[in-house]
């Protein structure tokens, strides 16, 4: 079966443009999070969905990020007035149910704010 | 709060044992473990759930221990394909992540 999705593969934009990256979880995964991850560090949670509630999204930076799932299932990660400390790739994971479930990552997306 | 890794960095040599360090400051409810390739996502290796638990598949190996604030993770008779940064992820209703282990195997 296809496994976690995401797009754009990666994306440039210029300093204070509005930016949205999306993923596919797999089907059926009602856990759905957002990570980013900079060069040499481990990934840095960013929310958490359970179904179409963000059920943690204490690790969104600022008000200037922002995620939606309105369906369960595709979720959206928004990122407006983007800055240069932005860049990073931003990764997408999902789970049958929750923390204890093994995560399945995406590709990722490259973000690049010049 | 982000666990602590150690070691950084590992050189090995095919055929030989290393063992990675993942400790927090508090108690956790579970400790996963996943290994990325440049360029690649992580991959999920397994999931400890229970204070003194071990796990282990092929020659890859994991324990938890009671006070539930420290797991390592065993690596035997190390292959080539080990090569890659291995991440601890300690779950207390969010994920926080290591800064990784970067391991090596040489032939």
């Known amino acids: 079966g296809a496994g976690v999705s995401q797009t754009p593969s990666n994306k440039v934009t210029e300093k204070g443009k509005y930016v949205e990256l999306r993923c596919d979880p797999i089907?059926?995964?009602?856990?759905l999070y957002w990570y980013r991850q900079s060069l040499g560090q481990g990934p840095e949670f960013l929310i958490y969905?359970?179904?179409?509630?963000?059920?943690?999204d204490s690790g969104l930076p600022n008000d200037r990020f922002f995620a939606v799932r309105p369906e369960g299932s595709v979720s959206t990660l928004k990122i407006q007035r983007t800055e240069r400390g932005d860049s990073a790739v931003y990764l997408c994971?999902?789970?049958?149910?929750?923390?204890?479930?093994?995560?399945?990552f995406g590709p990722g997306t490259r973000l690049t704010v010049l | 709060q982000q666990p602590v890794q150690s070691p950084q960095a590992v050189i090995l040599r095919e055929g030989e044992d290393a063992v990675i360090n993942c400790s927090s400051s508090?108690?956790?409810?579970?400790v996963h473990w996943y290994r990325q390739k440049h360029g690649e996502a992580p991959v999920f290796l397994m999931i400890?759930?229970?204070?003194?638990e071990q796990k282990g598949h092929d020659k890859i190996s994991a324990s938890f221990n009671e006070k539930k604030q420290q797991s390592s993770l065993y690596l035997t008779a190390s292959q080539l394909s080990y090569s890659g940064t291995y991440f601890c992820?300690?779950?207390?209703?969010?994920?926080?992540f290591g800064a990784g282990t970067r391991l090596t195997v040489k032939p």
């Open positions: 994971a999902s789970s049958s149910a929750g923390f204890t479930d093994t995560q399945y």
């Open positions: 089907s059926g995964h009602t856990a």
């Open positions: 969905f359970q179904g179409t509630g963000a059920a943690d």
């Open positions: 508090k108690a956790l409810y579970s």
């Open positions: 400890l759930l229970k204070g003194g």
């Open positions: 992820g300690t779950e207390r209703n969010d994920m926080r």
